[in-house]
């Protein structure tokens, strides 16, 4: 990966339960992104925390920001099956060209 | 509301052959981003413009080619396939500033036989 590491690569869990899964990079960073990828199709942006956030929600979704640590989670509540998906942290870097660097992924199954 | 538009959505080639994929971004929308995904791996970026100049360049080998038009679409046009190239390839785009979500499209994939 030209960023860094996903942590797991591929959960299991039942739908109900919550899922957490960690980004880490390696640069410095103007924002983190979070996508969904449903297989073979397109990256769906999912919620986007800046350079100076530490917390953010969106519905279900919670996202972290240790810019100290150089790393970051997405906590997924009360899964469904429908959530099932790979999903990839991104970074934009501090230069204005909104270039994204994307993690490798982790791939989520929800059990129904 | 208007996505990013990509075709064709499967193309299959020979080795050695060409390819030109084409994006066309969301309108009004100044910034295209062209990302490669080979199976399993995470998106690659590979070249971007802004207001058809190229602004970025990544991991984009001298086979490849991009450009940007005036009516803001873009192509990616790949010589000398080779086995290595089959792959999915994005397209997004954005309004260019600082904390923009790219828009991606459903992508092309390519196989190289």
């Known amino acids: 990966s030209q960023q860094g590491e996903e942590d797991p690569q591929a959960l299991s869990i039942q739908e109900g339960e919550n899922a957490t899964m960690n980004c880490s990079y390696k640069?410095?960073?103007?924002?983190l992104q979070w996508y969904r990828q449903n297989s073979g199709r397109g990256l769906v942006h999912l919620i986007l925390?800046?350079?100076?956030?530490r917390e953010k929600h969106s519905g279900r979704l919670r996202v972290t920001l240790d810019t100290s640590k150089k790393s970051s989670s997405l906590l997924i509540t009360a899964s469904r099956a429908a959530d099932t998906a790979s999903y990839f942290c991104?970074?934009?870097?501090?230069?204005?060209?909104?270039?994204?660097?994307f993690g490798q992924g982790t791939t989520l199954q929800v059990k129904p | 509301a208007a996505g990013v538009i990509q075709s064709p959505r499967h193309l299959i080639k020979e080795k050695r052959e060409t390819a030109t994929l084409k994006c066309y971004p969301i309108?009004?929308?100044?910034?295209v981003y062209w990302y490669q995904q080979g199976p399993g791996q995470d998106p690659q970026f590979l070249i971007s413009f802004y207001e058809k100049m190229q602004s970025d360049k990544g991991s984009i080998p001298d086979r490849f080619s991009a450009q940007q038009f005036s009516d803001y679409h873009s192509e990616l046009n790949m010589s000398s396939l080779e086995l290595g190239d089959s792959a999915l390839y994005f397209c997004a785009s954005c309004l260019r500033g600082n904390n923009s979500p790219l828009h991606f499209g459903n992508g092309t994939r390519l196989t190289v036989t």
């Open positions: 991104a970074t934009a870097g501090s230069g204005n060209t909104g270039k994204l660097i």
């Open positions: 640069t410095s960073i103007n924002n």
């Open positions: 925390i800046r350079s100076n956030e």
């Open positions: 309108p009004r929308h100044d910034t």
